[in-house]
């Protein structure tokens, strides 16, 4: 099953090879890998969507949290909470797509965010599965480029990951 | 602003008052490039006591082995580039089987980081799978608190080694010096204080247990709960075994001790693992050499309880009823406190233990007497009778190893030194060293084959260097014994580069080396060999006892197959 696991980690050098060294020598899976300072500048927050049998999710969070320099490990899959992913894609907008591009990316709620003679950049942001929509949407061989950020996750209400 | 006055030190002197503050006695290790400042530092003073290996990875097993049989933090110090290389074998021996340990490595200047300078290697990439921690000192500033860190992180929870890269630049730095009493870290807090509700459970379970088991692992060991599980043992009647890592952590000569348990454990272990029906684990891990395959192993309905100080140990092959995550002498004193030792089913217990002396009547580590070869076999119980049990064994990889485990009874812990997790050949010698050097006036000796030594052979010369006399029983099958039993079991016959051909004459070899050597091909050889070698306090000898081609290592649970899936003895 498909888990989002949020990682609270001392902000150091060397720290996410720990995390990822941890992923790829153990054998658990990688879907995506985000990682960020938080407010406060000595720690980064990091979100792992990873897959698994609950026996596998159980060592993973277990692992993770003996490393030294993880502070705190939440599944928020065992949880509500909100999970939101980036994409920048750049399609084909002649004067042909252009008009038929602008409302695609409008049903979506995406914004252009660039704009050229023959091309347009698209921001948008919501769950993974909507992005795979709206690519899924698109005439394919507009599609000439696409960049994701992978899935940063949050509980909700009084769910708080903080030390 | 007032401030303390501090004393203003070099880096490389910074590292030497760290050990030094810490209490290190003895620094394994070889000099280069970048740890010259480091070694002029040691050069200047006497409390740290520096031994010279001949060989990176010696260091590390020594440092190790030091550990192992003391309780003390070992440490060992390499240069950059090689330097480290060699010593990972060590550091990743020393990780598998959690002993806490600090490893100062050198590095190129901190500006020539990352140009692929001279004797440059990524040491803290290279051993991030391997060790607890590491750390790259980039700022002078945090030395002396790196340090401090370096041996809490070794010491505390589940320990392990810890690695300390230290630029060439910061030892000839120059900052004040202050080392702390102790660091606190956010990030690094192991539980110690097993869970009220669950220890509640577990002496239910115990209180009520028909087919009881107690399996006890090297956390007994490294957690000096020996003791405790004695006490436990003792007070509930109960049958217990040690894993490899575990031996002398409940007395091998006691009549509740069933043996090792394992792939290379007695029938009786192995039987009472399967058929129990309440275990409790205690430091130890379930790994595929003890249970085999899990699921054979969940076959049978039994309860588990489960203490380990490392919650990831915690249902990882084996799903347990009842975890408890702390430091097991204070659980299971506390187990001791609570469980009423008039509830355990009495009746019960006795037709358990009559069932598991059937199985004890197999005899299953039986084996040909009246050979006319020497069986390595009768060595190591010679070994056992003539040091009054009472030696450090230290032990290299192999059929020698599993037959040291089997045959000499540790009553004590820490007597029994060996690589359980990685299966490191070379480990034997340079873990005598280190053992005999934290405990000078015990006897210690190397059990080994002449496939091993080979492999960390140099360390006879750092033996000799410093009056080492550790005492070589070199099971000499001219085999790589425990690849060729494989061989014959699984692979057809088919002997496969396992021969070890154009051996050396280990006589003369130690000779070469300055100490004595003996050729031992006679049974009746053996006792007045070993005799005669023990009364030698003061030297190193080398036994090179000939011993039968074709000895097997039985039971044998082969790869893959379940707990009792035992392959016997022709003997029985």
Known sequence: ?163 | MDRIKTEELSGAEIVVRCLQAEGVEYVFGYPGGAVLWIYDELFKQDKVRHVLVRHEQGAAHAADAYSRSSEKVGVCLVTSGPGLTNAVTGIATAYMDSIPMVIISGQVPTHAIGEDAFQECDAVGITRPCVKHNFLVKDIRDLAVTMKKAFHIATTGRPGPVLVDIPKDITAQRHEFLYPDSVTMRSYNPVTKGHAGQIKKAVALLQEAKRPMVYAGGGVILSNASAQLRELVKAMGFPCTNTLMGLGGYPGTDAQFLGMLGMHGTYEANMAMQHCDVLIAIGARFDDRVIGDPKHFAQNLRKIIHIDIDPSSISKRVKVDVPIVGNIPDVLKEILKQVDVQKADQPALKAWWKQIDEWRGKDCLKYDRKSKIIKPQYVLEKLYEITGGDAIITSDVGQHQMWAAQFYKFDQPRRWINSGGLGTMGFGLPAAMGAQLANPGATVACVTGESSIQMCLQELSTCKQYRIPVKIINLNNRYMGMVRQWQQFFHGNRYSESYMDALPDFVKLAEGYGHSGLLIDKPEDVEPALRETFKRKKDLVFLDFLTDQTENVYPMIPGGKGITEMILSEEL
């Open chain 1, 1 to 163: 099953m498909r888990h989002v696991v949020s990682i609270l980690v001392e902000n150091e050098a060397g720290a996410l090879s720990r995390i990822s060294g941890l992923f790829s020598a153990r054998g658990y899976n990688i879907e995506s890998l985000t990682v960020a300072p938080t407010e406060d500048a000595s720690m980064s927050r990091m979100t792992v969507v990873t897959s698994g049998s609950d026996e596998v999710i159980e060592q993973i969070t277990k692992q993770l949290n003996k490393l030294v320099e993880v502070v705190k490990v939440v599944d928020l899959s065992e949880a509500e909470h909100i999970e939101r992913e980036l994409m920048l894609i750049k399609v084909r907008a002649g004067t042909k797509e252009r008009e038929d591009m602008k409302r695609m990316a409008d049903i979506f709620r995406g914004r252009v965010v660039d704009v050229s003679d023959n091309t347009y950049t698209i921001e948008l942001t919501g769950h993974g599965a909507k992005l795979d929509a709206f690519i899924q949407a698109l005439d394919q061989s507009a599609i000439l480029e696409t960049v994701r950020t992978g899935a940063s996750g949050i509980g909700r209400g009084n769910r708080i990951l903080k030390v």
